[in-house]
């Protein structure tokens, strides 16, 4: 079965840096482009990173420079890094697998992130 479990959110204030993880079992995690995703109340659930197996990641536009994100596929774990962030960047964080579709793993159940100004 497959499980995804996301974790470092919490209240922080704007600029403060915060870590996320997402920690996947039950796929070969070394093999798949995965995704860090979020969804902010009322407003639908948007890609915010990917990476590859290797390592290379794509970013949203409103969050290139200052999100980074990384993988250890040793630990099946990602990570994203967030600075600078704003409040709107306020929304829970999730990843699975991208592109996200038929197939993908069901959605765990996130880390909320809460950027206070």
């Known amino acids: 079965q497959v499980q995804l479990v996301e974790s470092g959110g919490g209240l922080v204030q704007a600029g403060e840096s915060l870590r996320l993880s997402c920690t996947a079992s039950g796929i070969i995690f070394s093999r798949e482009r995965m995704g860090w995703y979020r969804q902010a109340p009322g407003k639908q659930r948007e890609l915010v990173a990917s990476?590859?197996?290797?390592?290379?990641?794509t970013y949203l536009a409103s969050v290139k420079g200052r999100f980074p994100a990384s993988r250890d596929n040793a630990k099946n774990t990602m990570y994203l890094q967030m600075n600078s962030r704003k409040p709107d960047d306020t929304a829970r964080y999730h990843c699975n697998k991208f592109p996200y579709g038929l197939g993908s793993p069901s959605w765990g159940q996130g880390t909320q992130v809460t950027v206070s100004s």
């Open positions: 990476i590859t197996p290797g390592r290379m990641p």
